[in-house]
Nanobody, 115 residues
Framework: QVQLVESGGGLVQPGGSLRLSCAASRNIFSINSMGWYRQAPGNQRELVATLISISIPKYADSVKGRFTISRDNAKNTVYLQMNSLKPEDTAVYYC?????????WGKGTPVTVSS
């Protein structure tokens, strides 16, 4: 099993930045992939960014060039650096891990982009 704990969400003005963190309960090299999804009110959960095989980044078109996913092996943590935030980025952001064919989710951290 994998437990995931997110942090770093909050309220930010348009054009601002936030960094989300996701701490995993086990060595991230044992995990097939880790990434971030988001869900805005009334919308389906969507992929934001993921690290395939914990090394190959993949991004949604809507965040390319603005968001960066990275990892800290020593801390078993994956980050999502979000720059140039837009109101449409407002959502609850969820950390996801694929471990031995099972999907694991964190509880989510809310991000609100508003002036």
């Amino acid at each position: 099993q994998v437990q995931l704990v997110e942090s770093g969400g909050g309220l930010v003005q348009p054009g601002g930045s936030l960094r989300l963190s996701c701490a995993a309960s086990r060595n991230i090299f044992s995990i097939n992939s880790m990434g971030w999804y988001r869900q805005a009110p009334g919308n389906q959960r969507e992929l934001v960014a993921t690290l395939i095989s914990i090394s190959i980044p993949k991004y949604a078109d809507s965040v390319k060039g603005r968001f960066t996913i990275s990892r800290d092996n020593a801390k078993n943590t994956v980050y999502l650096q979000m720059n140039s935030l837009k109101p449409e980025d407002t959502a609850v952001y969820y950390c996801n891990a694929n471990f031995c064919g099972v999907q694991y989710w964190g509880k989510g951290t809310p991000v609100t982009v508003s002036s």
